[in-house]
């Protein structure tokens, strides 16, 4: 039966939510002259959007839990065996679902907005609720005058797929959805994309604040309410990022944690405009100047985050990133979306720009504002330089408008298209951020900033003299990094102790500081000095079809067969399943059953019934033995998943203090193939014999009848005999048990046994009583085996330590900037 | 107001030089023949190639080797003018190589040989699929 009702109730919510926020933006536009009337009415109504569109999240999550797949959506992203914290995320998994999620995040901003700001509630909310029509419109899904407008999360299967079962019967359901895509199978895919959308959410209320600024005119007085917005945003935006760059880390095999992707490029580049705006909006507070820089910065940042939408939804990027969505037909509406806020923004500062004030006086170099400028404009140049080279499709586009091809492509190097560029502008960040904080706290001139520079400057030359003598840091690039970081390190130590001493709710710019300079130190490591381990030089005659400067960055693992690599020697230990009861275990010891998530073990101790966590996941055991005997385990995974056709393979990592060691597999033998097996060979052997199989010892212990043989029931005339035979493997032994059945006196019935680890079957080809033998068969075919890459990381912690301090000083900050807030609105002035 | 001037002077500078070189990192989309013409200049760079894995009539790929040991294999692809080159890459055979709807691959020639230092795949199955159902 299909579930129509539900599905035009979301409809219905949608519709709801698209017609309420342009209701509530046209109210706070005329309410926006502190007019209560309308403004107590557009609040009204833009609660009745906050509730509608928590209603159709609601409807779309019951839909999903309740399994229902005669809607599209739910067909495409969930199935029935997902736990329910993947059926979380795969509400975000498809296009409409995350522009859901990003508008969900602007109502309740919009509702906290409402309830914290009297005096900029209106100007401020006539922004937000004009972003939600643009937001609601893209899952409208309705037609007006053959126009789509917008791409529902309610369609029924049939509308959505032309599929020919529809037409002999059009309520056919389908059993089962296609599920979550494997890649996204990961916890970091629970908390990433709500993270990040609340960072995408937040970049409106600073720009919110500007516009609405300009629109009732007042030019200068957003930047106090906003500046701790845009802190806030600055902050979620970052850890959103970063737990991207975690996720990738972690579940994608590329082996790093930054792959300059364009879609991490959209969200990086806006980010960057955020910050250096946060830093300009600060100096203007302080001194009164950069008031258009600031506005231009932050309405910048704003429209990056649009823009950055409009590349990785419009399907621009198709043949340049692994991870941007497919184009859903909404291509025309985003880049409408795009160039109104582009349009609107510049007609608002254009309109304004004499009245906005600007410092008439020289900047001097020894003034704080001097530093936080080079700052700011080197942040955008770091943003302008990922975003020119990230836009290379674009171009291409734009050319073809004009009717002629430039055929570019993206940069294929990107160590010298991206790293290196961004390395050298980091250094000039390291530098700035050192030293403009000594311009911060004092006044300065020639004579006293030597005398502060001084000791920090001697420090860090010290400090990075033994790191790069310990760490025999060569690369001159890096050198200068290093040394460039490690006085921002010295250097905003030492401001924080001075701050910290007096008032230490102040520091939070230096906390952050520190901690970009040691996010720096940690890239430099960890991606400089990234090392394979299992590089293979060794030429075959095969390889020397390859130029010599070719290195394969991969290792062969047979099972159970050591190889030395580096200074480990690794052993691949076979095929493990993650089990509920008992953790990895042995595939080769486990039988299916009819519930995909049930397996029966069969060993030593008795059978027993196990629950798998993901009946899609294998886990590949490999130990890593050093010399002086110390060891460890790793358990690199890898997903089949059939219902989409893929094979996702996901790395493990042993995390050292110094160092991480990461592991993930490349390929493994396809389980679906069949192997090539030998031509039999027989041997007779009497029990107690011993003899060998595929090179390995095997002993015919004995013989006993059987009364039970799997699939085949026995009648009172079968007869069936299995032989017991033990083999020695080099860490185990293992038993095979052939059957030798005889039915009617007449037929006979061979079962034979596998040995995977051993990689040999054998049957029971004759028994001899007389001779007290048995006349035994057996296969060879090649063993298990993987092909992995091992990277060592050094001090990657220090990225992810830095991160941390990041957040804190960020915190620190916002939490000042908000104090400063309500103190000015609580004594009544302008909020 | 001298200072603030020659800080823009400056920046736009940078801004030219990254525009400059971001046009000289940036690759081309090229066919084998052009490929081929660009190394025997002396263009040392990568640059990408857009094709197809060669299918029998019963849609079987076919001109895949594997390294014996699997750590490298060559295969053959035809571009987009039809042309049919072989290309060796330095990795195991990709997962879904042979499911893939589309090839890319960035290297450059090296002699006469194709040396793919880096496969991008454009898989039907990858993000959306349309379902084949059975009932």
Redesign the interface.
């Known amino acids: 039966m299909i579930h129509y009702f539900e599905g035009q109730l979301g409809h219905t919510f949608v519709i709801i939510a698209f017609v309420t926020s342009m209701l509530s933006a046209y109210a706070y536009f005329k309410g926006r002259n502190q007019d209560k009337e309308w403004t107590t009415f557009a609040s009204k109504i833009f609660y009745v959007h906050v509730f509608s569109i928590i209603g159709i999240i609601g409807t779309l999550f019951y839909l999903i839990t309740n399994h229902y797949f005669e809607y599209h959506y739910v067909?495409?992203h969930s199935s029935k065996l997902l736990p329910i914290y993947y059926q979380i995320s795969c509400f975000w998994e498809g296009q409409e679902g995350s522009f859901l999620l990003w508008m969900f995040w602007n109502a309740i901003l919009g509702v906290i907005l409402i309830r914290t700001n009297n005096f900029w509630k209106a100007p401020v909310m006539f922004v937000v609720a004009l972003t939600q029509v643009f937001l609601a419109s893209m899952i409208l899904g309705v037609v007006i005058f053959d126009i789509k407008l917008g791409s529902s999360p309610f369609m029924l299967l049939r509308e959505v797929?032309d599929?020919p079962?529809f037409k002999t019967?059009p309520n056919?359901i389908?059993e089962d959805g296609?599920g979550l895509?494997p890649l996204l199978q990961n916890y970091w895919m629970v908390i990433h994309p709500p993270t990040l959308f609340l960072g995408f959410a937040t970049t409106v209320i600073p720009f919110a604040y500007c516009i609405g600024g300009l629109l009732i005119g007042k030019n200068k007085e957003w930047i106090r309410p906003a500046l701790p917005w845009a802190q806030f945003s600055a902050m979620i935006l970052g850890v959103g990022i970063l737990m991207g760059a975690y996720w990738a880390y972690e579940t994608l095999n590329f082996g790093g944690y930054w792959n300059w992707d364009p879609v991490e490029n959209a969200i990086y580049v806006p980010w960057l405009v955020l910050v250096a705006s946060i830093h300009v909006m600060i100096a203007y507070k302080k001194s009164g100047s950069a008031l258009k820089i600031s506005m231009i910065l932050v309405v910048a940042s704003f429209l990056l985050v649009l823009y950055a939408t409009f590349l990785t939804r419009s399907g621009i990027l198709g043949?340049s990133s692994?991870h941007s969505?497919?184009d859903l037909g909404l291509s025309g509406q985003l880049l409408i979306y795009l160039l109104v806020f582009i349009a609107l923004s510049i007609a608002f500062i254009v309109k304004r720009w004499k009245d906005i004030p600007s410092t008439?006086e020289?900047?001097?170099?020894y003034s704080r504002e001097?530093w936080i400028?080079?700052g700011a404009?080197v942040l955008?140049?770091m943003a302008?330089?990922v975003l020119?080279?990230t836009s290379?499709p674009v171009y291409n586009q734009v050319a073809e408008l004009f009717g002629f091809e430039l055929?570019?492509?993206?940069?294929?190097?990107t160590y010298?298209?991206y790293s290196l560029?961004q390395l050298i502008l980091s250094v000039l960040l390291a530098i700035l951020s050192g030293t403009g904080q000594f311009f911060w706290w004092k006044k300065m001139d020639g004579k006293k900033l030597k005398e502060e520079l001084r000791t920090p400057f001697l420090i860090s030359l010290v400090i990075s003299g033994l790191i790069i003598v310990i760490g025999k840091i060569t690369e001159p690039y890096y050198v200068i990094l290093l040394i460039a970081c490690i006085y921002s390190i010295v250097a905003n130590s030492k401001v924080f102790i001075g701050i910290a001493k007096s008032n230490i709710k102040l520091s939070g710019g230096s906390i952050t500081h520190i901690g970009v300079a040691l996010m720096l130190v940690g890239i430099l490591f960890s991606s400089g000095y990234s090392k394979i381990l299992s590089t293979?030089y060794t030429s075959?005659v095969?390889?020397s079809?390859?130029?010599e400067e070719?290195?394969?960055?991969?290792l062969?693992l047979f099972i159970n067969e050591p190889r030395q690599m580096d200074e480990y020697s690794m052993i691949y230990r076979g095929i493990r399943k993650d089990t509920r009861e008992d953790g990895f275990v042995d595939q080769n010891e486990l039988t299916p059953t009819i519930n995909p998530l049930k397996v029966v073990r069969k060993s030593e101790r008795g059978t027993d019934t196990l629950t798998l966590i993901n009946p899609e996941n294998s886990y590949f055991e490999v130990e890593y033995h050093t010399e002086e005997g110390k060891q460890f385990t790793l358990f690199p995974r890898v997903q089949i998943n059939t219902a989409?056709?893929?094979?996702v393979?996901s790395p493990d990592i042993k995390r050292k203090v110094n160092a991480d060691m990461y592991t993930h597999v490349?390929?493994f033998p396809d389980p679906d193939q069949e192997p090539d097996w030998s031509e039999p060979q027989e041997i007779k052997v009497k029990i107690g014999d011993q003899f060998f199989i595929n090179d390995y010892v095997a002993t015919l212990e004995r013989m006993e009848p059987v009364s039970n043989v799997e699939g085949t029931p026995l009648s009172s005339g079968d007869i069936a005999v299995k032989a017991v035979i033990n083999l020695q493997g080099e860490y185990k032994d293992y038993d095979a048990e052939p059957v030798f059945v005889i039915r009617n006196k007449e037929y006979v019935g061979r079962i034979d046994d596998q040995v995977n680890d051993l990689a040999f079957r054998v049957s029971i080809q004759n028994i001899l009583p007389q001779e007290n033998a048995v006349v035994l068969a057996y296969q060879t075919t090649q063993k298990d085996?993987i092909?992995m890459e091992a990277v060592k990381k050094p001090w990657i912690n220090l990225l992810w330590i830095g991160t941390f301090l990041l957040v804190i000083g960020f915190i620190v900050a916002i939490r000042r900037r908000y104090l400063e807030f309500v103190r000015m609105r609580d004594k009544g002035v302008e909020a | 107001?001298?200072?603030?001037y020659i800080?823009a002077i400056v920046?736009i500078g940078?801004?030219i030089a990254?525009?400059i070189?971001?046009a000289g990192?940036?690759?081309?989309?090229?066919t084998f023949g052009e490929a081929k013409k660009l190394s025997e200049k002396g263009f040392k760079?990568?640059?990408?190639v857009?094709g197809e894995l060669p299918k029998t009539a019963s849609g079987e790929i076919v001109g895949i080797e594997e390294?014996?040991?699997?750590?490298?294999f060559?295969f053959e692809m035809i571009d987009e003018n039809g042309v049919q080159q072989q290309v060796?890459h330095?990795?195991?055979?990709?997962?879904?190589f042979i499911?893939s709807e589309q090839v890319?691959i960035?290297g450059s020639y090296?002699g006469d040989?194709f040396?793919a230092?880096?496969i991008?795949l454009?898989c039907p199955?990858?993000?959306?699929?349309?379902?084949?159902?059975n009932?």
């Open positions: 067909f495409s797929i599929a079962i019967n056919f389908p296609n895509n043949n692994v969505f497919t008439k020289e900047t001097s170099p001097f400028f080079m404009a955008c140049l302008f330089q020119a080279g290379i055929n570019m492509a993206p940069a294929t190097d010298s298209a560029p293979n075959m095969w390889s079809e390859f130029p070719v290195n394969k960055d991969n062969l989409m056709d893929m094979i393979y490349r390929t085996w092909i | 107001m001298k200072t603030k800080g920046i940078i801004a990254i525009i070189s971001m990192d940036a690759s081309t989309y090229v760079k990568s640059i990408h857009v390294s014996p040991d699997k750590l490298s060559k060796l330095a990795n195991p055979v990709p997962t879904d499911r890319v960035v090296q040989k040396v230092e880096k991008l454009k199955s990858k993000y959306q699929e349309d379902p084949e159902f009932s």
